[in-house]
């Protein structure tokens, strides 16, 4: 058993090791080097499998199980664009490091483990990020409503005022007013909003699912309309949250504390 806590504290130490540097450049560049997952992927995989060979070797079918399954989950986000490529490589690496909950490791802890946790640890750690990320909503909606008292200025303009209330509610939990030069500037900055033109003028419209190939054109109409004076220089854009930041935050939670999500369901059903 010592053995095996040991191997459980070195894959722990290992997962977080390269989840903070990663975390640190997703945060500076929102890009990480491909070196990392190439260092931790085998890495962790070693680890992984020396724990089987100590203590169930029967638990290989599972282990694989598990990692199909989030291989298959991460590609599955990365090309309907809800997660990006270094999100992806993080979520398959930490499938073959930490594919089960290290129970050797902190049983002292009143964690709550939830059936996901089991032989699905990985799934459990992108919930718990996706509901941390979700929170920043509550900082966009803060943050537009201060814009709106401090500018006098409306916050939908043209066409927009006219959208569904759905539409306008998800844009100020997700997005923010930016000039168009800050969008220049950075580019993991997506607009949600392009203009289309006709004989009848300038018509702006939303993005609810910008497209990343799509950007650059998008940003060049929106710089162009601004520079002739036919919109206001206040571009409805999404920040492009550092993701891997919540999945690291996810980790930690999920091995303290538990399933989150399966944490709240309980507690909501009683």
């Known amino acids: 058993m010592a053995d095996i806590r040991i191997i459980e504290l070195s894959k722990v130490l290992l997962s977080f090791s390269f989840f903070l540097y990663a975390s640190w450049s997703d945060y500076k560049s929102r890009e990480v080097k491909n070196i990392v997952w190439v260092l931790y992927a085998p890495a962790g995989l070693l680890l992984t499998l020396i724990e089987l060979f100590y203590s169930s070797i029967t638990l290989l079918p599972l282990y694989g199980l598990c990692f199909i399954a989030t291989l298959a989950f991460a590609i599955a986000l990365f090309y309907t664009g809800a997660f990006g490529g270094a999100d992806a490589k993080a979520l398959i690496c930490l499938a073959l490091a930490l594919p089960f909950y290290p129970y050797g490791l902190v049983n002292v802890l009143p964690v709550d483990i939830s059936p996901l946790m089991h032989f699905f640890f990985p799934i459990t750690v992108f919930s718990n990020s996706v509901l941390f990320a979700a929170l920043t909503s509550i900082y966009i909606l803060f943050r537009n409503l201060i814009w709106r008292w401090r500018t006098s200025l409306p916050l939908f303009e043209g066409e927009q005022r006219h959208a569904p209330l759905g539409r306008k509610l998800l844009i100020l939990l997700t997005a923010y007013k930016l000039p168009i030069e800050k969008i220049i500037e950075k580019w993991y900055i997506y607009p949600l909003e392009d203009i289309e033109e006709s004989t009848c003028g300038i018509t702006r419209k939303f993005i609810l699912m910008p497209k990343e190939s799509e950007r650059d054109a998008i940003v060049e109409r929106l710089s162009k309309a601004v520079g002739k004076g036919l919109i206001s220089n206040s571009i409805w854009a999404s920040p492009g949250l550092p993701m891997l930041i919540f999945i690291t935050i996810g980790l930690l ?16 059903l009683g």
């Open 253 to 268: 939670v999920a091995i303290v504390f538990g399933d989150v999500v399966w944490i709240l369901i309980k507690h909501l």
